[in-house]
């Protein structure tokens, strides 16, 4: 993920740490994502049915969820960013709307599917499970997740403070891939499958990301 990460950023300060950052360094980011892959969405999403809804969990500048979502599915995005979100607006119509993983504002059983590519890994390792409660809460009973993990079962947590040259400091943390199972098991979810992928931006890293896929369980 990044060539020799700054000591973890403190807890308190990592949300406006990755706000700001995220404000500062949308187009760069953009660029970079935009040049690559996303091989799992569009199966993902031809999942869903007419009338269904989507929640991207911080969709970030609206790729790769929001311009892909198929006609006669509606989506909500959400995310921490103001200047992300600007760049979504380009990329579709859909409601977006800026706020946080812990506390979404969407309706309860409000939507079918939650996606939340590699948002989550940027929220306070704290508050994973609140995160997961969330998703829980905002999906229907038999609801579909797709997120984001580590690939191992170390986890990491820390700071870049000139992440991909965008001249911004940028914080993660996340923990390893086991205590993830065991927080969407306990938050309700089933894990469906599992597929690791290199990292989509950060290529020359050499990292890789898990792709997690569930379903929230009928009872
Ligand atoms: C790496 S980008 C991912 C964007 C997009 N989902 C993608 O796959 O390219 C992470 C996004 O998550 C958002 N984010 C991070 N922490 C968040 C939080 N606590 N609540 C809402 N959004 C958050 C950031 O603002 C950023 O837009």
């Not at 569009?42 to 969820?65: H, I, K, N």
């Not at 939650?114 to 409660?133: C, D, G, K």
């Amino acid at each position: 993920m990044s060539d020799d990460p700054d000591p973890p950023v403190d807890p308190h300060t990592q949300r406006a740490t990755v706000r700001d950052g995220y404000d500062g360094m949308a187009a760069a980011y953009d660029r970079e994502r935009e040049a690559s892959d996303a091989p799992f969405v569009e199966p993902f999403l031809e999942g869903l049915s007419p009338g269904d809804r989507v929640l991207d969990a911080g969709c970030g500048q609206g790729t790769p969820v929001l311009n892909r979502v198929p006609d006669g599915v509606s989506v909500v995005g959400v995310d921490l960013s103001a200047s992300m979100l600007d760049l979504a607006r380009d990329r579709t119509d859909a409601p977006l709307v800026r706020g946080d993983l812990t506390r979404l504002p969407v309706a309860s059983d409000g939507v079918d599917a939650v996606t939340a590519l590699h948002s989550v890994i940027h929220v306070p390792i704290a508050e994973h499970p609140t995160v997961f409660r969330e998703f829980a809460r905002a999906l229907r009973p038999g609801g579909r997740l797709y997120l984001t993990a580590a690939t191992d079962g170390e986890g990491w947590a820390g700071a870049n403070d000139d992440w991909l040259g965008g001249g911004e400091t940028m914080a993660w943390s996340f923990p390893g891939l086991d205590e993830t199972r065991t927080q969407l098991r306990e938050a309700g979810f089933r894990v469906t499958d599992e597929r690791v992928l290199d990292d989509a931006v950060a290529e020359d890293d050499g990292g890789a990301w898990t792709h997690l896929f569930a379903r929230l369980r009928e009872n």
